[in-house]
């Protein structure tokens, strides 16, 4: 949800049927694979693991042998359900990370601008959802449950402009939103610049503001808005793959690329720190480079897992 360059993604994100994806929101949910075998019962009954960076790990993590993850399971291809499992980018980045860690990341789907103070509050360990590292996400609303959280960036992507085949609306940028119905998903980087842009318009914006992304597809597809404000690896997903790559295309090129980032509670560093060499671990031995090419997604890939790179 994120400076301007185009980049090539294939196939891929927020439910290829038009994005309509409706998902439980307390439904617990695993990553595929199980992250674990390295795992053993060692002495004392203690939990301990052949995998590199185990010890690395917080001992709560090391003795219960998962982490939970929030997210927003409907945004394809990052994440989303797919014959009853959760698939995309970031569980399989989970998974590679699991296998360095000995821990299996589980998913719990949750409302996207709800993620944060979920993972602040206990609710999750960390957030994987496609969620844009900025300075305003690291200070947060305060230092309670409502604050900021730590960011590991694991990928780049930008936001980008979605509409119907044959663009009627001729929209060939945000300048050309201005009077026209508008949809981007709430608390996202994407909702940002939406208002952003209002504030530009003479003729004013009629926003449509989702709690999912694929509400927001859903109103692009039903002709209740004529533009949608997504990810770009998500819009070119749905150009790509929707009604067989028929009902929607991208205009204009990508807007203000950024790092994605794994968040992980400010209070929580030693685990911050474990997930960023977990994350460094496959972007060296290559099952960071399989994870985006699996998915058509070598654009977005980054060369070092920083903390907290966003602006």
């Known amino acids: 949800m994120t ?22 929101g ?5 990553a595929c694979g199980d992250q674990t075998e390295g795992a053993k019962e060692g002495n004392g009954g203690q939990k301990t693991s052949d995998a590199p ?28 359900m797919k014959d009853g499992k959760v698939t995309g980018i970031d569980p399989d980045i989970a998974t590679a990370m699991g296998k360095e860690l000995g821990v299996e990341f589980k998913f719990h789907n949750g409302t996207f601008d709800g993620l944060v103070l979920g993972m602040n509050s206990g609710r999750y360990d ?34 980008a402009i979605l509409v119907a085949k044959g663009n009627p609306k001729k929209i060939n940028g945000v ?27 003479d003729s004013k914006i009629k926003p449509f503001i989702a709690d999912q992304d694929s509400d927001s597809i859903t109103q692009l597809q ?3 808005v004529d533009a949608v404000i997504t990810d770009y690896p998500v819009a070119l997903y749905n150009a790509l793959t929707a009604g067989g790559g ?7 090129d990508q807007i203000e690329a950024a790092p994605y980032g794994i968040a992980v509670s400010k209070k929580n560093p030693e685990l911050r720190d474990a997930i960023q060499k977990a994350m460094q671990a496959i972007i060296d031995n290559g099952e960071y480079a399989k994870v985006l090419k699996k998915w058509e997604a070598e654009a977005g890939a980054i060369e070092k897992a920083t ?5």
Not at 246 to 252: H, L, P, S
Request: net charge positive; charged share 25%; proline share 2%.
């Open 3 to 24: 400076a301007s360059t185009t980049r090539r993604f294939l196939p891929r994100r927020r439910f290829a049927a038009a994005g309509a994806l409706a998902v439980a």
């Open 26 to 30: 307390t439904l617990l949910l695993s």
């Open 53 to 80: 960076l185990f010890d690395e790990l917080p001992k709560k993590y090391q003795d219960s042998g998962v982490i939970k993850v929030g997210s927003d399971i409907a945004y394809a291809p990052i994440e989303f």
């Open 126 to 159: 960390v957030i994987m959802s496609a969620m844009t590292d900025t300075k305003e996400r690291q200070r947060g609303a305060s230092d309670d449950a409502e604050g900021g959280a730590d960011f590991v960036n694991y990928f780049q992507a930008g936001s």
């Open 175 to 201: 300048d050309d939103l201005c009077g026209k119905g508008v949809a981007a998903q709430r608390g996202t980087a994407n909702q940002t610049l939406l208002n952003d842009q209002q504030k530009k318009c």
């Open 222 to 224: 039903t002709g209740r």
């Open 246 to 252: 028929d009902r929607f295309e991208v205009v204009g």
């Open 307 to 311: 903390v907290n790179a966003g602006k």
